[in-house]
């Protein structure tokens, strides 16, 4: 079982080289072994490409020691046809003796029906090597799966003496509280996210393009609340470089710095604005509600991950509601001594960075 453990290690961790590509699919890690030598490994291919058993297996150089190999894998092969064939097929057409898997894929689509297929075929397979580590790895997966909802963390900025923004500002930026190593590592969580969520006072006030520009990877889909249309196509989230939803309501005037686009009747579920945003409505009447209807509306855009970034009064909704999965808080070196107050949540502390003058803590919902 000690080996069995060390290669699931190791499979979790080439996996993390897929995170931000493989989105919306998990990202796995996949390592043959013969004769407790890895001979092959691989992770999940941007998305639409190669699953992690395809590439760890295509690595193999000498493919007549599959038959006397095992495979280690962080979550059960797929078993349906979808971007790809299924990975059962291929370990089965291989006659790979062995797997073992980290954990049972959540997903309907699969659920199971994987694990069944390759033991009807005569593999042997093993489940539930290093489950805990692998469920916690693939937590936006199964968040996705299971709560019907993206995974969701929570993140801002707080000054010493506990504000998130000054009162008033005189100009339409950011008012920086943490240094630029700080900010640096959030443009490498955006690129590592499916989506990225602010208000419309965020918008108003700062004008952030949402965008990856510290770091390679990625840019996340914007995702902007915009209740009363107060936005138009001037802002910078709106520009071409990522994709943007606004979440607007039912019956919406928005304007565009030319003209006004018509009156959405409310049974239209979502509303092409341009090339790359489109307008999603939810019913802002119901107030207590409003973050499930975010969730929602990301669910079936197929979103499986997502940081709030703000400002103040959206991060407390997602709170109220308890929708949330992880907080990243950032405490500054700087103190406004007046301004709008900073969250606040319960949950468990895993761990406390601190990056130059700046303190990290991460928060997991438990």
């Known amino acids: 079982m000690k080996n069995h453990e060390l290669y699931i290690k190791r499979c979790l961790q080439i ?32 998305y639409g490409g190669n699953h992690a058993e395809v590439n760890a297996i295509n690595s193999v150089k000498d493919k007549s020691l599959l038959i006397k190999s095992t495979l280690y ?17 291929l370990i089965i057409k291989h006659k790979i003796p062995e797997v073992v898997i980290g954990c049972i894929d959540d997903n309907p689509a699969v659920a199971g029906k994987g694990i069944a297929k390759l033991k009807a075929a005569g593999c042997k397979v093993i489940v539930g090597v290093l489950e805990d580590a692998c469920r916690i790895h693939h937590k936006r997966f199964f968040t996705f799966h299971n709560k019907k909802r993206p995974y969701i963390i929570l993140k801002w900025a707080e000054t010493k003496d506990g504000f998130i923004a000054p009162k008033t500002k005189n100009e339409q930026k950011p008012v920086w509280i943490t240094n630029t190593y700080s900010r640096q590592l959030v443009h490498k969580w955006r690129a590592e996210e499916q989506a990225i969520l602010v208000g419309t006072n965020t918008v108003l006030e700062d004008n952030p393009s949402l965008t990856v520009r510290d770091w390679e990877g990625n840019n996340p889909t914007r995702v ?7 936005l138009n196509l001037a802002y910078n989230v709106f520009n071409a470089e990522a994709n943007t939803i606004v979440i607007g309501s039912e019956n919406t005037n928005h304007k565009t710095p030319k ?3 018509a009156i959405y009747p409310p049974e239209n579920a979502q509303i092409l604005i341009n090339e790359s945003t489109f307008l999603a409505p939810i019913n802002w009447s119901e107030s207590k509600i409003i973050a499930q209807q975010v969730c929602d509306t990301l669910y079936r855009n197929n979103i499986n991950s997502i940081i709030v970034e703000g400002g103040a009064k959206t991060l407390q909704t997602f709170i109220d509601e308890n929708l949330w999965d992880e907080a990243r808080i950032f405490t500054g070196a700087i103190e406004f001594k007046d301004g709008i107050k900073a969250p606040k949540l319960q949950g468990k502390l895993i761990k406390e960075d601190v990056i130059l003058n700046d303190r990290l803590k991460t928060i997991y919902n438990k």
């Open 15 to 46: 996996a993390k080289n897929g995170l931000g590509s493989t989105r919306p699919n998990p990202m796995v890690g996949a390592v043959v072994v013969f004769e407790n030598k890895i001979i092959g490994e691989g992770f999940t291919s941007a």
């Open 73 to 89: 894998v962080t979550l059960e092969p797929c078993s349906h046809f979808g971007k790809t064939p299924p990975c059962s097929d």
């Open 259 to 261: 003209d006004n686009w």
């Open 224 to 230: 902007v609340l915009d209740r009363t249309s107060k």
